[in-house]
């Protein structure tokens, strides 16, 4: 049986960036007892502030938001904490070598529901030790992270990781309260039947998606030739854990909803972390035509369209968009 702990060990993973890794997981375990509470904890419900994308925020995004922050801003390897909640970054200790962004509760309107959520996280490296870090800090493209993961809070608590080349899963065991090491080699094949898209936003999509998801439905007796299926959680963290156990493709894509929004999740909280994990497991991560680790974020809460998974169809999405534009 492998840990966490004794996995960060032995391999070789830089010791700040274990460390962090550790205070995450750790708060990781306390949100997870939360959640298990539900109701009886008296904290469902809305906290009566807005985050500063102007969604509401359920009460345990708050709480969770506090506990990560509280316990990075601790830690002494931590020079800024940046989250999806708060407007600008946190500086923490000015000679720490890392940033850590984070989503602390990815799929918060699942909550209400007793339907799955995650924390998402990315780690950065921080270029300015001893000096005070700032919002500009954190706008390093996603192909530099150092690490990151997301744990989901499903029916049971799933780490998902990558350190190395490599992306690998523990399981929060219960009795213990150690993650154990339940998969030490993720992939992800590709090709896939599966797909992972909110449909009800279609008028508003580009052409190119359009398409695509017609031909999906089409399926044996258009041109695909085959049929698919869909899933939804709601929960991005719950769609890419899919498609890391058993393949498929994610995507929220761009659309015209919202004139100034270029899609619906954020590069640096979400869109980051998950394509670092679904490239290292094989698949591909773009925003329909460029790769998402490539982008230089100019805003540390930005948003960009996602399109991520299994490589067959994530290079056939691109190829409608860049057709298209032929
Ligand atoms: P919340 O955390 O605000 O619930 O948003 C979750 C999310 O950003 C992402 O995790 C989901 O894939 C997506 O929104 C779901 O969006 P829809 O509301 O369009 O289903």
């Given at each position: 049986m492998t840990t966490l702990a004794h996995y960060l060990k032995t391999h070789a993973v830089d010791a700040a960036v274990s460390d962090v890794i550790t205070t995450i997981t750790e708060v990781g375990k306390t949100i997870s007892q939360l959640l298990k509470k539900g109701a009886l904890a008296d904290i469902?419900?809305?906290?009566?502030n807005q985050n500063v994308q102007g969604e509401e925020q359920k009460k345990l995004d708050v709480l969770a938001n506090d506990l990560l922050l509280e316990a990075l801003a601790k830690n002494t390897h931590c020079a800024g904490v940046a989250s999806e909640e708060l407007d600008d970054a946190t500086p923490a200790?000015?000679?720490?070598r890392l940033l850590v962004l984070f989503d602390p509760l990815d799929g918060s309107s699942n909550i209400d529901i007793n339907m799955a959520v995650g924390t998402i996280f990315s780690i950065l490296p921080y270029q300015r030790q001893g000096q005070t870090s700032e919002n500009s800090d954190f706008l390093q493209a996603g192909q530099h992270q150092l690490a990151a993961g997301y744990l989901l809070y499903g029916t049971s608590t799933v780490l998902a990781l990558t350190v190395a080349d490599d992306v690998v899963m523990f399981s929060l065991d219960?009795?213990?309260n150690d993650y154990v090491l339940i998969n030490d080699n993720v992939t992800i094949d590709a090709d896939t039947s599966e797909y992972a898209i909110n449909s009800s936003n279609y008028r508003y999509w580009l052409a190119p998606m359009q398409q695509y998801i017609d031909e999906l439905i089409a399926g044996s007796d258009g041109v695909r030739g085959r049929d698919f299926n869909t899933r939804w959680v709601a929960a991005m963290v719950g769609d890419v854990h899919r498609i890391l156990c058993r393949g498929g493709l994610f995507t929220y894509p761009f659309d015209t909803k919202y004139a100034n929004k270029a899609g619906k999740l954020r590069l640096m909280y979400e869109a980051n972390p998950m394509s670092l994990l679904i490239e290292r497991a094989g698949g591909a991560a773009t925003d329909a035509t460029n790769r998402i680790l490539d982008i230089i974020p100019t805003d540390i809460h930005q948003r960009v369209p996602v399109v991520l998974g299994s490589k067959n169809e994530v290079d056939y999405i691109k190829d409608l968009h860049v057709n298209h534009c032929k």
């Open positions: 469902l419900g809305e906290a009566g200790n000015a000679d720490g219960p009795d213990t």
